[in-house]
């Protein structure tokens, strides 16, 4: 690898312009909205003859320093006001970092068609049901062809841990662009729907001008374990397991659930879902034939609490640490049907998304507070990832032989790890992008470089206000949760300046004795007396004092940084 090529080897951020030239006649444009950089929200923006075409239109789910935020969306203001412009969105498959923001695009267009397979859209137009959005959408599945627009599509097959995940190849006249979505090559699927390798080496033997490709795993190395690896270990723990077993996983991993489906029904157990999501996707994918139920395995919730703890299977959201998810609930006790008990098991069986760490392990010691064995990957195989390891990514760089690559899904150390794949397997350093969400990529005869950088921040969705919470917002409630508030009111003359009432102090989160601001009082009222006689009257400046005064007082003594919210009122 070149140490001095900035786009690989570069330490820090890029020197770029603030906003990208034109696009030059007959050049591709990538702009990645979400996606690098962090776990989540996955959107990227094609541009090519004035059209648009939109890959996956995700979420992020907020962290703990990111109170009160519900979902994190795209920065949609690099394209809203060229909406118009739009040919489609390409959904690469149904989990919510693809599909989740997808409802709050279509507020500001509702006909931008949605392309993706069957079980993808099934999941898509449910939720959009929910915001009461039809959607115009298209089915589509491997080995088909679309022309979108100004953009054709070829649509390929990839294992991943959800059904019916595809992979897209965009042809324009600037270049053949692959994008893998997420994928592994699992080579003994359940379902028996192998990631195309033979069109993965035929579009190579086309010609791939620009990869952009899964980096979740890039640090990773070797092959992935096999899904169904997973059912011998399921029955080992429903062989020894004395009462009720409760397995967490994804909403949206039907393999999954099949095996916990299957499984139960040989050790003679019921089985019920639990949690909205889980309910709803495996109706869907019940309804479409890719879930097999046995008959009379499954019983509805309440029933299923009333049976004895050695027939019943609860199958659960909340394997990453949610906590107002079924599994949340149950782990503090608030659960309204299921009440965790000393010989329960609970299986986590799913993997940590980076930044749960904290959530989920806090989850798996309340449950073995309340007396469950706990099983989760760390102790036994009960997981195996969705996403392609580095054996697997240098596979498909060998396979595909791109001149260009991006790596794209994952946080800076899986983009790294996945740009020095790409230079091992022989693509020049040079021609190995590494961008950030807001990067303008161009693709201009046959090269991939950045050209810019537009502006792009995190969108927060709070309850119901999509972007009216901002980082200063976020920053207050880290401050209010960390360290509590001191609010300060005096009275002072209008014509003097002089302290007529107070100064009254309360605080909140910061200590509950009520003497414990005593000694600030009178430094405070010195402070404003000698404003008084500088003839500082103005409300303003003296509430800087205020808080200047109370700051240093709180610092000096306690060592914290509460929030001083100072008021000064005229008579």
Request: proline share 6%; aromatic share 4%.
């Given at each position: ?25 007959g ?5 990645p ?14 541009e ?11 979420v ?8 009160g ?10 394209i ?8 489609a ?11 989740g923001g ?8 509702s006909d ?24 115009y ?11 979108l627009?100004?953009?054709?599509c ?28 997420d994928?592994k ?10 990631t ?31 899904e169904r ?7 080992d723990?429903?062989?020894?397991a ?7 996983s994804?909403?949206?991993?039907v393999?999954r ?9 040989a050790?003679?157990?019921?089985v ?14 019940r ?12 019983v ?49 069986a799913s993997?940590?998304v ?5 959530a ?9 507070r ?5 099983i ?45 794949l ?20 161009d ?21 119901l ?31 003097t ?5 107070g100064?009254f102090?309360?605080?909140?989160g ?5 003497a ?13 007396d ?14 800087q ?27």
């Amino acid at each position: 690898m070149k140490a001095e090529n900035p786009q690989v080897a570069g330490t820090g951020r890029r020197e770029q312009p603030s906003a990208p030239p034109a696009l030059p006649d007959g050049a591709l444009r990538i702009v990645p909205l979400g996606g690098l950089g962090a776990i989540g929200r996955n959107m990227t923006v094609f541009e090519y003859g004035g059209k648009l075409l939109i890959v996956d239109c995700g979420v992020l789910f907020p962290e703990a320093d990111q109170p009160g935020v519900d979902l994190i969306l795209p920065d949609f203001s690099a394209i809203e006001h060229r909406l118009d412009d739009v040919e489609a969105v390409v959904l690469t498959h149904g989990h919510e970092d693809h599909i989740g923001g997808v409802p709050y695009l279509l507020r500001l267009k509702s006909d931008i068609p949605l392309i993706g397979s069957r079980f993808t859209l099934a999941l898509i137009e449910a939720k959009l049901r929910e915001h009461r959005i039809q959607p115009y959408s298209m089915t589509v599945k491997e080995g088909d062809t679309e022309q979108l627009g100004e953009f054709s599509c070829e649509f390929f097959a990839v294992n991943h841990s959800i059904p019916d995940a595809l992979a897209v190849a965009i042809r324009t006249p600037a270049g053949v662009v692959l994008h893998t979505g997420d994928f592994k090559m699992d080579q003994l699927p359940l379902d028996g729907r192998l990631t195309d390798i033979g069109g993965f080496a035929r579009l190579g033997a086309e010609g791939v001008d620009l990869l952009l490709s899964d980096s979740t795993n890039a640090e990773v190395p070797g092959f992935v374990t096999p899904e169904r690896k997973i059912g011998p270990v399921l029955d080992d723990v429903f062989r020894s397991a004395k009462g009720r077993i409760v397995v967490a996983s994804f909403a949206s991993h039907v393999h999954r659930v099949q095996q916990v489906l299957d499984v139960a029904a040989a050790h003679h157990r019921r089985v019920a879902f639990v949690g909205r999501s889980m309910v709803r996707n495996m109706g869907v994918a019940r309804d479409l034939g890719l879930l097999r139920i046995p008959g009379n395995l499954m019983v509805p919730l309440d029933e299923a609490a009333t049976l004895p703890g050695n027939q019943v299977v609860f199958m659960s959201t909340g394997s990453q640490g949610e906590p107002m998810s079924a599994l949340g609930r149950m782990a503090s006790g608030d659960h309204r049907h299921i009440t965790i008990q000393s010989d329960d098991t609970v299986v986590l069986a799913s993997s940590l998304v980076p930044g749960n760490e904290t959530a989920v392990y806090r989850v798996i010691n309340g449950l073995s507070r309340l007396g469950a064995t706990v099983i989760h990957k760390e102790v036994a195989m009960v997981h195996v990832s969705g996403h392609a390891p580095a054996g697997e990514l240098l596979y498909l760089l060998n396979v595909t032989r791109p001149s260009n690559v991006m790596p794209v899904h994952g946080e800076w150390r899986h983009l790294r790890a996945h740009a020095r794949l790409a230079v091992l397997s022989g693509v020049p350093a040079e021609n190995v992008v590494l961008a950030e969400d807001g990067d303008v990529v161009d693709l201009i005869d046959g090269v991939a470089r950045l050209t810019g950088h537009l502006d792009n921040r995190y969108v927060y969705v709070d309850g119901l206000h999509v972007g009216d919470v901002g980082e200063s917002s976020l920053t207050e409630r880290r401050i209010l949760g960390d360290e509590g508030f001191i609010a300060v009111t005096v009275v002072v003359d209008s014509v003097t300046g002089k302290v007529v009432g107070g100064p009254f102090v309360n605080g909140k989160g910061f200590s509950d004795d009520p003497a414990a601001f005593e000694p600030v009082l009178a430094l405070i009222t010195e402070a404003l007396d000698r404003a008084a006689q500088d003839e500082v009257s103005d409300p303003h400046q003296l509430q800087q004092i205020v808080r200047r005064i109370a700051g240093k007082w709180v610092s000096d003594k306690y060592r914290r940084r509460p929030m001083i919210i100072p008021t000064v009122l005229e008579v």
